[in-house]
Every structure is written in structure tokens, then in C-alpha cells.
């Protein structure tokens, strides 16, 4: 069993800048793939980006160039720093794990809402 616990959330002008934190614990020797995903109020929850073990990284198009995901291994952390936010930008952040065999771990999500 895995648990994710996300952090770093809060109110921010447009242009400025945000970095999450997501904290793993349990039985994370299997996971393999890392990422964070985004629901805006009254929308569906939507891809943001994702970190492998080989540490290769993606990222939907509509935040490349400003955001950028990592991971520290030794501390069980992945963060996303987020620059340049726009107000599209708005939503609840789910830190997500995924095992080698397919299963899902979510945290319960932080609030980012970029607003002036």
C-alpha cells in the first residue's frame, strides 16, 4: 500500500509561481512511473505530467515550457514547480503513483488557484 500526501498549494497572481510537493510513503518499491494530474472546478481530471524511473519526463502541452516535474528518490518526494501560471491554470493537483502492474495511487489533492 501506498500513500501520497501533496503540499504547496495556495493563491497566486497570474505570472507568478507555485512549487507542489507530493510525499510517499508505504510500499513504493514497485512504482515506476510518477505524476501529477489537475481538475478544474466543473471539469474532469486531466494529465499534467509524469516522471519514469529512468527519470524521462512529460508533459501535457498546455503547461510545457513552464512546468517542470522531478523527483528526489533518497526522500520518497516529487515535486512540480509551476511558473508563469495563468488562471487556466486554476484546479486541484493529485500527486499519482503507478505500480508496474498498472495500479493507481492518488493522493486527496492541493488547491492552486491563480487569480488576481
Known amino acids: 500500500q501506498v500513500q501520497l500526501v501533496e503540499s504547496g498549494g495556495g493563491l497566486v497572481q497570474p505570472g507568478g509561481s507555485l512549487r507542489l510537493s507530493c510525499a510517499a510513503s508505504?510500499?513504493?518499491?514497485?512504482?515506476?512511473?510518477s505524476g501529477w494530474y489537475r481538475q478544474a472546478p466543473g471539469k474532469q481530471r486531466i494529465y499534467v505530467a509524469i516522471?519514469?524511473?529512468?527519470?524521462?519526463?512529460n508533459y501535457t502541452d498546455s503547461v510545457k515550457g513552464r512546468f517542470t516535474i522531478s523527483r528526489d528518490n533518497a526522500k520518497n518526494m516529487v515535486y512540480l514547480q509551476m511558473n508563469s501560471l495563468k488562471p487556466e491554470d486554476t484546479a486541484v493537483y493529485y500527486c499519482?503513483?503507478?505500480?508496474?502492474?498498472?495500479?493507481?495511487?492518488w493522493g486527496k489533492g492541493t488547491l492552486v488557484t491563480v487569480s488576481s
Open positions: 508505504g510500499s513504493i518499491f514497485s512504482i515506476v512511473t
Open positions: 516522471i519514469n524511473s529512468g527519470g524521462y519526463t
Open positions: 499519482n503513483y503507478r505500480t508496474r502492474w498498472g495500479l493507481d495511487y
